[in-house]
């Protein structure tokens, strides 16, 4: 009995890897807006009701493809990080980037579901949080163990905003400063803008060297983080010293309640979370 159940068990996963397949075709071709399971269905030589045993309804089928490509990119940002985990935490920081950058030019169509234009009528559910994470906690790990080590730059916030990245510290991230956990999250931002530029032409006869553009963006983004430069320079060897040089602060100036203050969380939405996309 126990033969007949691995034999069924290996057939669904053989069934769903061949819909999941399908679906990424058609994506490529039409995008996720039309993704229809009659299609795949009938594409597979499945009758559709025999599709909805392995996919209820096109949102299912939609999260299972965004979740994996969540975890296919996050999973080669960690795979590229581990290569360098040895080296200064401005190298792994653009090994990362350059690790998401890669990912993206070689899965365009699977970039833009997570990443580009909100499918219509479709919210993604809180199960694509934990795959959509990977590397802004890959991102903020690099971050905490620079302030927890040689320290991080601060670059001073306007009163204004001090309420908003104070919140967002105690959110995402509660042992760093408000003022890194705010640069991280506009790095982020500014890492997958200048990603999406690249997958979608938009530095099409603009930027013509674009690797070496973007290592040297990328090291920027770790700049204004504020990991420290060894020696002033960044990744690609370009003088970051200045006069105006911000001060750093390590984990040890940090108020004793923060110091003991839990990891950082799993933000709560991925890009892929908003309204009618994920």
């Known amino acids: 009995m126990s033969t007949v159940r691995g034999a069924r068990a290996r057939a669904r996963i053989e069934v769903t890897a061949a819909i999941k397949d399908e679906a990424r075709r058609q994506l490529a071709v039409d995008g996720a807006s039309k993704l229809s399971l009659r299609a795949v269905a009938r594409e ?6 025999a599709l909805y045993r392995y996919f209820p309804s096109r949102d299912d089928l939609l999260t299972a493809l965004i979740i994996d490509a969540y975890d296919s990119l996050g999973a080669s940002a960690e795979e590229a990080h581990a290569k360098v985990s040895g080296d200064g935490p401005v190298r792994r920081w653009v090994a990362v980037c350059e690790a ?3 990912w993206a030019l070689a899965h365009p169509h699977e970039y833009a579901l997570i990443y580009g234009s909100p499918v219509p009528g479709y919210t993604a559910p809180d199960t694509t949080v934990p795959a959509a994470s990977r590397v802004a906690l890959l991102l903020i790990a690099i971050v905490r163990e620079a302030h927890r080590g040689a320290g991080v730059a601060l670059t001073p916030l306007p009163a204004e905003l001090r309420p908003e990245a ?9 042992d760093l400063p408000p003022e890194v956990v705010t640069a991280l999250v506009a790095a982020w931002a500014q890492l997958f803008g200048l990603i999406g530029f690249e997958v979608f032409g938009q530095f099409h006869r603009v930027v ?7 290592r040297h963006a990328a090291a920027r983004l770790g700049h204004e983080v504020g990991l420290v430069f060894p020696g002033g320079a960044d990744a690609g060897g370009t003088s970051t010293s200045g ?3 911000a001060p750093v602060t390590t984990a040890s100036d940090r108020d004793a309640p923060r110091r003991g203050a839990p990891q950082s969380r799993a933000p709560r939405r991925g890009a892929a979370d908003r309204d009618a996309r994920s």
């Open 44 to 49: 597979l030589g499945m009758v559709s009701s």
């Open 100 to 102: 998401a950058r890669v």
């Open 166 to 174: 104070r919140r967002m510290a105690d959110d995402l991230a509660l």
């Open 208 to 214: 013509e060297d674009r690797e070496a553009f973007f």
């Open 243 to 245: 006069g105006g040089a």
